[in-house]
């Protein structure tokens, strides 16, 4: 099982970046996404997730407006995250948890499978 996840890079303050996670290896219908992300020396933040059919949309705590998960026409999962601020960056993570939804796509613990990251760096 393989999750991709890519579209990070370095961005002014006030932009919006588009980051994708296309998963190999395992049924996507079977499997909710979430997206973590995690600051140079802070804890892991739970920032999204999309149920194993690409509906119900969940949103962590933190500025909930500015972030849309979503599942694309090649079902890949989609993060949009708009008018970006510094202290978004940070490694943003996809995941994989098998047939999550709600809340518990927020559990790290109940993740099957993690993607290996993706950089988002913000300047102000």
């Known amino acids: 099982v393989q999750l991709q996840a890519s579209g990070g890079g370095s961005v002014q303050a006030g932009g919006s970046l588009r980051l994708s996670c296309a998963a190999s290896?395992?049924?996507?219908?079977?499997?909710?996404r979430s997206w973590f992300r995690q600051a140079s020396g802070q804890e892991r933040e739970f920032i999204a997730g999309i149920n194993w059919a690409g509906r119900s949309p969940y949103y962590g705590d933190s500025d909930k407006g500015r972030f849309t998960i979503s599942r694309d026409s090649s079902r890949n999962t989609v993060l949009l995250i708009k008018n970006l601020k510094p202290e978004d960056t940070a490694v943003y993570y996809c995941?994989?948890?098998?047939?999550?939804?709600?809340?518990?796509?927020?559990?790290?613990?109940?993740?099957?499978?993690w993607g290996k990251g993706t950089l988002v760096t913000v300047s102000s």
């Open positions: 290896g395992l049924s996507v219908d079977d499997y909710a």
């Open positions: 995941a994989a948890l098998r047939y999550g939804n709600g809340w518990q796509l927020r559990d790290a613990d109940a993740v099957n499978y």
